[in-house]
């Protein structure tokens, strides 16, 4: 080969390919949570030798312990790939040196003004940089705005002078696992990626196709990162919509819920949503705000995000204002009755609270007096601003509270023992649905 560019492209291609089919790759996980930790296992359990990096020492420990602390992943499988040698995990970037691949799994929070919070990713290219060697194969599964992988990660990579594409491949894409979904799980939900390169798309399709069923590859990195966008934003103005629909239904003493059960039964150009407390998790409260952000620097207002993050965010108000209304149909106050929260977690199942709008709706209680207590098995304990509240007995405490609202719909709970002890319930799930008592409020 004359063109020496070419040549040394395709030295870099034909080792990361063989390293990668014949599974003697060295897979590297940055941040082993929610995302990066059934990532690695997938992959140690395809064969692959897997390191995980994370910043916590508690975490690492527990992973080279066999202790798993992410639901969907059982400690044996942990340990049994941590007692073959498959998976291990550290805090020292330098094991970065001996990997092939590096997958990028750090969180990507917004800041109290909703604008981007880049420093996770920042700080772990950083890291990574100082080890990057040629030959290596970056992917970036963070959710994140358009532009991110070229124009954040990229010039960070590039940095020791290698050239995207011909000494290092590098691609984004977006991670879709759906904590507690016992049918779809990292190994069988399709995964999207788009590369800098076509030779980088090349060899992000090769690499996921090793361990996961379906990989759909899109012609940019760009691309790949608005899809995850598009699915969230999709999902959060839809909730907005229903949201607000129920705001207007409980004004015109229509039943939501039945509503959208006989608006479902169209077998087309209907996809039902619910309405709830309020927008949970990482994801679907957080994500869109990385689009709007990135289209208001371009002179676009994102106005369906903007107002579907304004009507999501009245619901805690609004629940609030139902347990009050029932509060005084009993002629009490809200000011000094005790109201019990069932269900802390941002939805159903699961054990994670980040933005769960229980949090909000228990912090909107104690300002106007409320005494708050909650159940959750999930659980143990939350913070709200200065004081830890421990979770209680739902069995010992219902006869003693003045309301019970319904706020995570975990199939643990016994619904209709939560009707029969409590004086009234607030249903923000329909998870009373099918039971008649005067006792209960829908939202
Ligand atoms: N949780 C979900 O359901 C979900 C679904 C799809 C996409 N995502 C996206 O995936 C990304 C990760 O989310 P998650 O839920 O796994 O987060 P997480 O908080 O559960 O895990 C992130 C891990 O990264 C570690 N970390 C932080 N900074 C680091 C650094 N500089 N170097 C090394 N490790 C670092 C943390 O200690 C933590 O263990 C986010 O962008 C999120 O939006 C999450």
New binding site residues.
């Given amino acids: 080969m004359s063109d020496p560019i070419a040549a040394q492209t395709a030295a870099h291609t034909d080792l990361l390919r063989h390293k990668i089919s014949t599974r003697t790759a060295r897979v590297g996980v940055?941040?082993?949570?929610?995302?990066?930790l059934p990532l690695a296992v997938e992959y140690a359990k395809a064969g692959f030798s897997v390191t995980g990096?994370?910043?916590?020492d508690s975490?690492v420990a527990r992973i080279n312990a066999g202790d798993s602390y992410v639901q969907d992943v059982p400690s044996d499988e942990v340990l049994s790939l941590v007692e073959k040698g498959r998976l291990r995990a550290t805090t020292d970037f330098s094991a970065i040196a001996e990997l092939d691949t590096i997958n990028i799994?750090?969180?990507?929070p917004l800041r109290k003004t909703k604008d981007p919070d880049m420093s996770?990713i920042v700080?772990?290219c950083q890291?990574i940089a100082r080890h990057f060697h040629p030959g290596m194969l970056a992917i970036l599964?963070?959710?994140?705005y358009p532009g991110t992988t070229e124009e954040l990660v990229l010039p960070m990579l590039s940095k020791s002078g290698m050239h995207v594409g011909v000494d290092f491949f590098l691609c984004f894409s977006?991670?879709?696992?759906?904590?507690g979904n016992a049918s779809f799980q990292t190994r069988n939900i399709p995964k999207v990626v788009g590369g800098v390169t076509p030779v980088c798309t090349e060899m992000g399709r090769l690499f996921y196709s090793q361990a996961l069923e379906t990989v759909v590859a899109v012609s940019s990195t760009q691309v790949a990162e608005m899809v995850k966008l598009l699915e969230n934003t999709f999902r959060m103005i839809n909730i907005g919509l229903v949201n607000e629909l129920a705001m207007m239904c409980d004004r015109m003493g229509i039943d939501i819920w039945e509503v959208i059960e006989a608006a479902a039964t169209k077998p087309f150009g209907f996809m039902p949503f619910y309405p709830g407390p309020g927008l949970g998790?990482?994801?679907i409260p957080?994500?869109p705000f990385y689009l709007s952000w990135k289209t208001r620097q371009a002179g676009i207002e994102a106005r369906f995000i903007e107002l579907a993050g304004y009507v999501n965010g009245q619901m805690p108000h609004f629940v609030v204002e139902k347990i009050q209304n029932a509060l005084n149909s009993r002629r009490k106050a809200l000011f000094g009755s005790r109201v019990h929260v069932v269900g802390v977690a941002y939805k159903r199942n699961i054990d994670?609270i980040r933005e769960s709008p229980a949090l909000d709706v228990i912090h909107l209680l104690k300002r106007r007096g409320g005494v708050v207590t909650y159940s959750d098995p999930y659980v143990p304990s939350i913070r709200i601003e200065d004081e830890i509240l421990f979770a209680s007995d739902m069995a010992d405490t219902l006869p003693a509270v003045d309301c019970a609202v319904i706020i995570t719909d975990h199939s643990d709970f016994d619904y209709e023992a939560i009707v029969r002890n409590a004086p009234m319930v607030v249903d923000t799930r329909n998870s009373l649905r099918g039971i008649n008592s005067e006792k209960i409020i829908r939202l």
């Fill in positions: 940055v941040g082993l949570g929610y995302v990066g990096v994370d910043l916590l975490k799994c750090v969180p990507t996770h700080s772990a890291q599964e963070s959710t994140t977006p991670e879709r696992v759906d904590p998790g990482h994801c957080v994500d994670d």
